[in-house]
């Protein structure tokens, strides 16, 4: 049996994320990576789904029938956790600068985030999705309780309007 044959595991993976691209769609390119890529690690990601919307159309005449259309697929948020960190990000400050921040200016720079399936190596990635049109919709610290010897949980929700999955590894 091939190896490829067996599930892959969900507990190794990596979260990378850089700004959309502008005007023209060209990233600035160096060494064959795009520029200002942020590499920041979750424990647990959600929202990786995609639905067919469904249109109804009921037969003229004949009451006990009716025909489902395809319509247009919709996407959940995305919902990133991970153990409250003690230094500043990027990351952090582009949520907190679009949803908390005191300014007069409502804009946000979106951001193109890949989510990685690790493999038994660190440099072995089995598969990505990129989320594209990023931005912050939710940023949430969980409980503090001082009866519980826990870590602090911050939960990240972002709203995007595709993703594309990609394999990689396949031979």
């Known amino acids: 049996m091939d190896i490829r044959d067996y599930p892959a595991l969900g507990f ?3 979260v990378t994320s850089t700004a959309s691209p502008q005007g023209d769609g060209v990233f600035s390119m160096s060494n064959n990576s795009i520029i200002g890529i942020e590499e920041s690690y979750f424990q647990s990601i959600s929202g990786i789904k995609a639905t067919a919307g469904e249109s109804i159309v009921i037969n003229g005449g004949r009451n006990n029938r009716q ?3 395809p319509a247009a697929t919709t996407y959940p948020d995305l919902v990133l956790s991970r153990g409250l960190i003690k230094k500043d990000s990027s990351l952090g400050r582009w949520c907190r600068n679009f949803l908390i921040a005191d300014n007069n200016l ?3 720079e979106r951001r193109i985030f890949n989510v990685m399936l690790i493999g038994k190596d660190k440099d072995d990635i089995l598969m990505t999705w990129s989320f594209y049109d990023c931005y912050p919709k939710e940023l949430e610290v969980g409980a503090f309780n ?3 010897s826990e870590i602090a949980i ?3 929700t972002l709203a995007y309007s595709y993703f ?6 396949l031979f």
């Open 154 to 156: 911050e939960t990240l």
């Open 67 to 69: 025909y489902k259309l």
């Open 106 to 108: 409502y804009s946000v």
């Open 146 to 148: 001082a009866d519980k």
């Open 164 to 169: 594309k999955q990609e394999y990689h590894n």
């Open 12 to 14: 190794r993976f990596k």
